[in-house]
């Protein structure tokens, strides 16, 4: 092979880093402490373990021999369980022993890697080193992420964590390079190291901005999601609004007498509870309690005015001013002023006594005189209502108005606000969508519906068929097996053997467990308990094989296979099918790139206006530019980044010269020479490109 010179200059940055590696062999003596203590841990918990399994099996004893003396279903049910629980304790137990020898296993395996990495440090010509022997050995990978991860906890507390993976990844890219250097003669530790850590960097920042990527994927996933979410509910919700207005007018419809009576009420309503701290449902309900108490339009709404001037002004809640209408509405239709009547208002603060002395033949009247005329039923209910509604109106004039700038009152406000727009969504898609349930309520009522009624009935005995031979043969199998008499449905049946095969064993092993529990022979009752319970398991998985090979299964499989078919093949007809979902979901794999280079952008530089090509021909160079191309270049510059001139950039890093021959190369095998060589070459002109040229 014909020698090959390169002569590259390199700047030794990573010295401080290599003796820091070269002080950190303890890794594998912290691997078997780990591990010794993973071991400890195993065997503790088998201590804890075969008490438990001790526990399950003198219960299992004491069910067994309580069954053997009652032969009751529900000792039965008890030596069942007994056994599971003993099985499961033994399980817990073969498991932690066998990963207690695994650790054990490991421990040898690494002993025997520190000892071959040792012997191969001591035959090593010229050098001794740990860190030569590792990288020989192929190990220093894992001391580089070793103290990769140390660096990364470190640097990332304390400056973040970006800071933390560029360091951290620059740290083990320098222990990488030092080892291949160390151990390739004519490299050197120190120019390994100083490629090692500039690939390291490179890929800690890479790292740093598939992190940034992730990141912007995330979040303008989850704005998307936001958003159709928000437009979802509002559809919800102002369908159910719609609905409920629909309902309302219909209501209001009956109480007025028409439509256009009904429409022009709500519209006063929607108006009033855009103005005022009540929800439109609140008026409805207050609407309609006074006019089914015979108020007319207008003058509920006067009244209803009144009660929320009121209302307001006393800080009640809807339903005590629903309450309030009421009571008022009662007194306009029965005719009556009565003090059942005029207590609960007292009781909310309203002063009944001051809004009836308005009344003529009442005014100059105490309050103990107004009283005694409200007794004797002096007092005509329908004007004691007006009279105390004209009170409230003018007494608390401007409540409504104050209330409604309160945050209470604008975030009520605001409710209503929002809640008309989702109606105006719902009454859309309400009436667009009434017109498609009236055509499927025609066409199931019809006789379509008819037939597929018909249908679906089939299909359901067609189901539960299947289901019901399932079980049955589930039960024959298992009859057959404990009785030894083979039922009818198997009689003709490849599975006829099998279950012959498993009634003899669950017979003998019955006759093993009496005789074993009758001698006090644990160990047997054991054998002979899980023996019974693997015949039984081999007949229901012989009913299921028997199930899955009937005519019906066959049937049902080869119908779901024909129906995965068909959807498949009808699906790929069209590419709008085929791609239904993929493409939605490949936007949401795009990252900030795509948003940097979509539409048009004016970037002004200097007072210059450029187009948004060179801005993003700049963002090309994230990992830097090995020359500037023409004058007067713009570029985005970061803190903590250095800038050189011409001169400072060719003279930059000029403190060593290194000469590699190929001819010298032993590593693996003789292609691994070429592979090293081209890497090296490759990753050192790239780090002369970007310092010198």
């Known amino acids: 092979?014909?020698?090959?010179?390169?002569?590259?200059?390199?700047?030794?940055?990573?010295?401080?880093?290599?003796?820091?590696?070269?002080?950190?062999?303890?890794?594998?003596?912290?691997?078997?402490?780990?591990?010794?203590?993973?071991?400890?841990?195993?065997?503790?918990?088998?201590?804890?373990?075969?008490?438990?399994?001790?526990?399950?099996?003198?219960?299992?004893?004491?069910?067994?021999?309580?069954?053997?003396?009652?032969?009751?279903?529900?000792?039965?049910?008890?030596?069942?369980?007994?056994?599971?629980?003993?099985e499961n304790a033994n399980r817990n137990l073969k498991l932690v022993?066998?990963?207690?020898?695994?650790?054990?296993?490991?421990?040898?395996?690494?002993?025997?890697?520190?000892?071959?990495?040792?012997?191969?440090?001591?035959?090593?010509?010229?050098?001794?080193?740990?860190?030569?022997?590792?990288?020989?050995?192929?190990?220093?990978?894992?001391?580089?992420?070793?103290?990769?991860?140390?660096?990364?906890?470190?640097?990332?507390?304390?400056?973040?964590?970006?800071?933390?993976?560029?360091?951290?990844?620059?740290?083990?890219?320098a222990g990488m390079g030092a080892a291949i250097g160390s151990v390739i003669p004519g490299i050197g530790t120190a120019v390994g190291a100083a490629v090692g850590g500039l690939v390291g960097a490179i890929q800690g920042l890479s790292a740093v901005q598939q992190k940034k990527d992730d990141a912007f994927k995330d979040y303008y996933k989850n704005l998307y999601d936001t958003v159709t979410g928000e437009q979802a509910d509002s559809l919800t919700n102002g369908s159910s609004l719609a609905a409920n207005r629909e309902t309302t007018k219909l209501s209001f419809k009956t109480l007025l007498g028409s439509d256009s009576a009904s429409s022009e009420y709500v519209d006063e309503l929607k108006t009033m509870a855009a103005k005022t701290p009540f929800e439109f449902g609140d008026l409805t309900s207050i609407g309609k309690t006074l006019l089914a108490y015979h108020y007319s339009a207008d003058d509920s709404l006067k009244t209803m005015n009144a009660v929320g001037e009121a209302g307001s002004a006393l800080g009640l809640d809807a339903s005590s001013m629903k309450d309030m209408a009421a009571y008022l509405g009662r007194m306009n239709v029965t005719g009556k002023t009565t003090m059942e009547y005029l207590n609960p208002l007292m009781e909310r603060g309203v002063d009944v006594y001051t809004a009836l002395s308005k009344l003529p033949g009442v005014t100059g009247k105490t309050n103990e005189q107004i009283q005694d005329m409200v007794t004797k039923g002096l007092i005509p209910g329908a004007e004691a209502a007006k009279a105390i509604s004209d009170y409230m109106a003018t007494t608390y004039s401007g409540s409504m108005e104050a209330q409604s700038k309160t945050f209470s009152g604008l975030q009520s406000t605001l409710s209503d606000t929002k809640a008309e727009i989702d109606n105006s969504m719902g009454e859309g898609y309400n009436e667009t969508r009434k017109t498609g349930m009236q055509n499927?309520?025609?066409?199931y009522s019809g006789d379509n519906g008819v037939e597929m009624q018909d249908a679906y009935k089939k299909i359901g005995q067609y189901k539960a068929s299947l289901e019901n031979n399932k079980e049955q043969l589930e039960r024959d199998a298992l009859s057959s097996v404990m009785s030894g008499t083979i039922a009818d449905s198997y009689s003709g049946s490849d599975h006829l053997s099998a279950l012959q095969e498993a009634a003899n064993d669950y017979k003998l092993a019955q006759a093993n467990f009496y005789d074993a529990?009758?001698?006090?022979?644990?160990?047997?009752?054991?054998?002979?308990?899980a023996a019974m319970g693997e015949a039984l398991a081999r007949a229901k998985a012989i009913a299921q094989n028997e199930y899955d090979g009937s005519e019906g299964a066959q049937i049902a499989n080869e119908s779901a296979i024909s129906l995965a078919n068909s959807i498949c093949q009808d699906s790929s007809v069209n590419d709008s099918w085929k791609?239904?979902?993929?493409?939605?979901?490949?936007?949401?794999?795009?990252?900030?790139?795509?948003?940097?280079?979509?539409?048009?952008?004016?970037?002004?530089?200097?007072?210059?206006?450029?187009?948004?090509?060179?801005?993003?021909?700049?963002?090309?160079?994230?990992?830097?530019?090995?020359?500037?191309?023409?004058?007067?270049?713009?570029?985005?510059?970061?803190?903590?980044?250095?800038?050189?001139?011409?001169?400072?950039?060719?003279?930059?890093?000029?403190a060593a010269v290194v000469k590699i021959s190929g001819n010298s190369f032993v590593i693996r095998e003789e292609a691994d020479i070429d592979k090293v060589a081209s890497a090296l070459v490759a990753k050192i002109r790239r780090a002369q490109l970007l310092a010198v040229e």
């Open 579 to 654: 791609n239904a979902g993929y493409s939605l979901a490949q936007a949401f794999t795009k990252g900030l790139k795509s948003g940097l280079t979509t539409g048009t952008y004016t970037v002004t530089i200097n007072g210059d206006e450029g187009a948004a090509e060179n801005w993003l021909e700049n963002s090309r160079f994230a990992y830097g530019l090995s020359y500037v191309p023409y004058d007067n270049y713009p570029a985005m510059l970061h803190e903590g980044e250095r800038v050189l001139t011409a001169s400072e950039a060719r003279g930059y890093g000029n």
């Open 97 to 173: 022993s066998s990963n207690a020898r695994q650790a054990e296993k490991d421990m040898a395996s690494l002993t025997t890697t520190v000892s071959k990495s040792e012997n191969r440090a001591g035959s090593a010509s010229g050098n001794s080193g740990i860190l030569n022997t590792l990288g020989a050995a192929g190990a220093s990978a894992f001391l580089g992420n070793a103290l990769s991860q140390v660096a990364n906890t470190y640097v990332a507390s304390a400056y973040g964590e970006e800071t933390g993976t560029v360091f951290s990844s620059t740290l083990s890219g």
């Open 1 to 86: 092979m014909p020698e090959t010179s390169i002569v590259v200059t390199g700047k030794d940055n990573f010295t401080q880093a290599v003796t820091t590696m070269r002080n950190a062999n303890q890794s594998f003596d912290k691997d078997l402490s780990g591990l010794q203590r993973k071991l400890d841990a195993f065997n503790r918990t088998k201590i804890s373990l075969k008490v438990d399994v001790s526990k399950a099996q003198s219960e299992l004893k004491a069910a067994e021999k309580q069954f053997i003396k009652t032969g009751d279903a529900a000792d039965k049910l008890k030596l069942e369980m007994a056994n599971q629980n003993y």
């Open 440 to 443: 499927e309520i025609d066409y």
């Open 517 to 529: 529990n009758k001698n006090d022979n644990t160990a047997g009752v054991e054998e002979a308990g």
